[in-house]
């Protein structure tokens, strides 16, 4: 039996994950979005492809992500992966890590989350310019 996708259930749950309430997700949409049709969104099993497209970009998901994610799927694989048998299957292996180039990755990706979050921030800012304008 062939599993279906619910492509409203995987935007409720990427967008859940992101922290993104369903009425900032109206906002990005446009005027003619409100929290209820969110709602009602999130309950369709298959979404248009150019509103697809457009909650891509308010998400900075992929479509594919919403198109392609079965949660049974995900949750099969990694209980095949950890469950005992598999896990004696697993080699692990031991590996020297230098101490300096741990701390410099560290820094750069704490730069690199920094930088985002500022953008994140910029983004927000002109977000509430835009609804303070309307």
Known sequence: MEQKIHQGR??????EM???KQEALAFDLGEEWNQKKISILEQKDIIEDDL?????TALKIPVEAF????EEQAVNLISCTFSDN???NNRIEVQNIN???????????KI?????MLKEKDE???RLEKLINK
């Open 52 to 56: 697809l497209k457009a909650i891509s």
């Open 112 to 116: 690199a989350l920094y930088e985002r």
């Open 67 to 70: 198109q392609n994610f079965d």
């Open 86 to 88: 598999a896990m004696f």
């Open 18 to 20: 992101l922290g993104i």
């Open 10 to 15: 995987n935007v409720k749950r990427f967008r």
């Open 99 to 109: 101490p300096i180039d741990q701390l410099t990755k560290l820094h750069e990706e």
């Open 124 to 126: 927000m800012m002109d």
